[in-house]
């Protein structure tokens, strides 16, 4: 199955870059490309993309306020956003997750990791940086955020459900969870469902999050 890849950016050159990269994987076409967010948000839908590349910083409407309005389309439901931001300290990455992109990366990532980041976040899973990761934790835990859970809280859920939770927020994926509590992958990935269903989580990387907030998880735990 082909990825087809829309590129969000506004210079003209970084575009060019990624789409040279993007071309040369067998797995993942370009699709379009966009200089701002609205033409973005616009082009998500006219080109039928699976997952677009943001940058947080465009003119006429910003990185997140564009991944807000794709994830609050129902037409646009199966699009994933990957938000690429310049420093990993860019404050935005809290906002940029809680608008609905399914995780992020920097800039100077290498080409490789940039096709394995889309390939990840396009499969389902989250990805987070683990630079920004440990700040943004950080973040919670002073109590700067708000929530992301529109359903119930952690307590709602079953004992396995937990540690499930809790391996999602160590950042796990489905084959890792299954090897360390003895599932297999499917059935792991379908506690993963059934918790984003409990919690009210459009995805892993908000599964995460609520997973720090409700201190399910926290940094340096074993």
Known sequence: MTIRVLLADDQTLVRAAFAMLVESAGDMEVVGEAGTGREAVELAAASRADLVVMDIRMPDLDGIEATRLIAADEDLAGVKVLV??????????????????????VKDTRPAELLDAIRTVAAGEALLSPGPTARLIAR???GGAVSVSTGGGPECLSEREREVLTLVGRGLNNTEIGEALGLSPLTAKTHVSRIMGKLGARDRAQLVIVAYESGVVTPGGA
């Open 84 to 105: 690429l931001t310049t420093y990993d300290t860019d404050e935005n990455i809290v906002e940029a997750l809680r608008a609905g992109a399914s995780g992020f990366l």
């Open 140 to 142: 919670f835990l002073r």
